[in-house]
């Protein structure tokens, strides 16, 4: 069966520091990969998806950025935090173009003081 | 795709029916309508989804009207672990983009 992994859990981080998010899926193959995040009391906001190795989509622009250099692997990266990064980031894959629905990590809540 | 209305919170006995409405009447011929669910701190849970035809699983049930324009998820029996924010997204199957709104926060009480 298919899961997904996302780390670390939380983490807090000064501003102006770097930041690197990885997510793994494991038990499919070329999956789309979706990065979102949630501020407090907030819905989902999309911030990128990946239809494979290399290819990256942009939904907003901002002080992140995000790369696919394996086909189960998306990391979400910062050179240079900024107090509005914080949140709930959650990384999701999705299962199959007909079904089209998209399974989430447990997420990663960042601290940026 | 289409933009969905839902009530901000609804409150639910504990073992009775939970009824969740969410309005699109914007939505498309190709459009479908998908739940998913929140815990607390955690990741979405999806739930179910359809087009046209009511669907039911171990989960829920999805009740859709027929001029599709509205729809309402049900929770046959629930429980106190179905607190949680529940969104309707209603999308293309195809796209890759999904948006979540802000949903609505069901609490059940025991």
């Known amino acids: 069966s298919q899961t997904i992994h996302q780390w670390p859990a939380t983490l807090v981080q000064p501003v102006g520091s770097p930041l690197s998010l990885e997510c793994t899926v494991e038990g499919t193959s070329n999956p789309n990969l979706y990065w979102y995040r949630q501020a407090a009391g907030r819905g989902l906001q999309l911030l990128f998806y990946s239809v494979g190795i290399g290819q990256i989509s942009s939904e907003v622009p901002q002080n992140l950025s995000a790369s696919r250099p394996q086909d189960r692997q998306f990391i979400l990266s910062s050179k240079k935090l900024l107090l509005s990064d914080s949140g709930f980031y959650l990384c999701?894959?999705?299962?199959?173009?007909?079904?089209?629905?998209?399974?989430f990590g447990a997420g990663t809540r960042l601290s940026v003081l | 795709d289409a933009k969905t209305t839902q009530p901000p919170s609804m409150d639910c006995a504990e073992g009775r029916a939970a009824n969740l409405p969410c309005n699109h009447s914007t939505i498309s011929g190709n459009e479908y309508v998908y739940w998913y669910r929140q815990i607390h701190s955690q990741g979405p849970q999806y739930i179910i989804h359809g087009l046209k035809n009511n669907e039911t699983n171990e989960m829920a049930s999805l009740i859709i009207t027929e001029d599709r324009k509205s729809s309402t998820l049900i929770l046959p029996h629930a429980t106190l672990r179905d607190t949680a924010v529940y969104y309707c997204?209603?999308?293309?199957?195809?796209?890759?983009?999904?948006?979540f709104g802000t949903g609505t926060s069901l609490t059940v009480i025991p």
């Open positions: 997204i209603v999308r293309v199957a195809a796209g890759n983009q999904f948006y």
């Open positions: 999701a894959w999705r299962e199959g173009v007909a079904k089209n629905i998209q399974y």
